[in-house]
């Protein structure tokens, strides 16, 4: 088994990031106006902006 840079695990997480950043965006235009399905992809979506400015932009950095 071997162990992963940390490089590779920030990468990782990034998939994840964006993989939930695609289900929200597709949620949301799914919702087919129903407001409550929209709003709380919103919430998810400035949560995964927040993981963004966490994982993504310091991979960025690497």
Known sequence: MSA???KEIL???D???QAIKSAA????ELS?????VYRN???ILAS???LEINVSDVLDLL
Do not use: F
């Not at 965006?25 to 949301?28: F, S």
């Not at 087919?32 to 409550?36: L, T």
């Open 4 to 6: 992963q840079t940390d």
């Open 15 to 17: 998939r994840r990031i």
């Open 41 to 43: 992809a919103d919430r």
């Open 25 to 28: 965006l597709e949620l949301q």
């Open 48 to 50: 995964v902006k927040m």
């Open 11 to 13: 990468q990782e997480m």
């Open 32 to 36: 087919a106006g129903v407001q409550a």
